[in-house]
Structure formats: structure tokens, C-alpha cells
């Protein structure tokens, strides 16, 4: 079978034998249906603005202290029968992964500053870390204030600096959080095994929650609950539903206004 690739932003965690995600798109069921759907950047300009924007601005940052760096750096991480692929934001004097990330969202805002950070950037970080054999890595957010000339002003940043211990512990600023890399590696078997075999993978742990459930805002609710009832049974029937009348592109992009993917860039 030939090999599968999964990329950067569709990243997460696997616990035990259940997938943690904050949001649908690292669900490994949207995995599959994304996989037959155009990137966000392609449906919203906006994402690559803005995202580009706050590249040149640390890029002159770092020009300006004589720091060397790389920028937009491809890597690759085999595992088992898939590749994880992803274009690192910058590889800085040989030993550090930097991960940035922009927001126009003032609900977004106030998570960045209470030092809150969306556990799929974490993995993409880390992801990205593994690849380089590194154990430093930094993930930067920022607030972009959209002004009346259509330009964006930057307002606020935060810094999480990523650290990993001899046992594969993640810590963020010095504080251990409950990831190891091993969560990682595992989701991401995982995905590679949804992505070769077209199989629907099981629905996040947290997807029957009142509060929090990625399910609640993510496009293929529809087709999900009609795969789940027992109405459509195959894998391509699921594809079909989710990606075709049902839910069109239209759909799926104001779906996104409300969740974080669509405000955090990759
Ligand atoms: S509705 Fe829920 S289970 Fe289905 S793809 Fe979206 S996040 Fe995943």
C-alpha cells in the first residue's frame, strides 16, 4: 500500500485508547472527510495574510539582533506506514523550532492571555521538534488589530517556550503539562492507519459534552450522527454525505467562523 501523508495542522493527541482534541479538525474521523476537502487557506485569504505578515515581522526581529535563522523549513518524520509532513515557521541558529500563530479574534485574545494554548498548535510544535531532534521549541501567538485601511496592526503576543525532558514529558514555560511525545507519535499512527485503510475512526472522548465538544461546531455533525444512527454504514457513503450537498464548502467555512481553526493560522 502505498504511503500516506498527514500534515502539520492535523495534529493531536492520542490518551490511552482515546483521541483529545480541541476542536473537529484533529478528530480522526474529520481527518478522513478533510482529507477530500480544499485547505482552509484556499477558502480564506485572510489566513495566509496574516500569517505571512507576522513571519516578516519576527524575520526582521531576529535580522535585527543577528540571530541566524531558516524560515519555512520542510520536514518529514516517518512513522510505520505514513510520513508526517509540515513546514516549520523558522528553525533558529540550528537547535530551536518557532511556531507562529495569528489571531484578528478578541475571544481568541483573551484565551492567549491568560497563557491558554490550543492543544493541536502544541502538538504541531512538537511534532515539528521531533523532527529536527530538538528539545527546545517556542510557539508564538499574536493579536493582529484589523484597521480601517485593511491593513493589521500587531497588539499582543505570547511566548510558550517548549520543553522536553529525557522521559518525553512536554512542559510549557517550565511548567509540565499532561502531554508526552508518546501521545503524539500515537495519534499520529493512528491517523496514518485512518487515512491507508479509509476506515471512519471512533468520535473525539469529549464529543457528548455539553460545553467543549468539537462536534458541536464542526460541519459534518450531520453526516457523523447519521453515520452513527445507523442510516449510512460505509466509510464512502460518510465521505459522500459530509463533502457533498449536505454540507457544501459555504457550509464549512461559516462552520469554522466559530472555531478556533478558522482564526488561528497555521
Ligand atoms: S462531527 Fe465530531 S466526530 Fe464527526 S468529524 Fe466532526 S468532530 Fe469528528
Redesign the pocket.
Known sequence: MSKVRIRGSESAFQWGLTTY?A???A????IL?KSSLPRNKDIDPKHVIRGRLYEDTYAARLDKQGITYERELAVEIEKDEGVFTGHLDFWVEGSRVVELKSTESKSRLRDIKKGEYVVDNLAQTVAYMVAKKTTEGRLVYSYWEPQTDGEYELKFEYEHNISIDNFGRISDNNVPTKWSVYDLLAYQHNAFKVLNTRTV????HN?DLAWG???HY????K???A?DAGEITTADQLISM?TSGTVSLADRANAQKTTSEEVIDE
Open positions: 482534541t476542536y473537529g479538525g478528530c480522526l474521523r474529520a472527510l475512526g471512533a468520535r473525539p464529543y465538544s468539537p462536534c464542526c460541519p459534518f455533525a453526516a457523523c450522527d453515520y459530509a
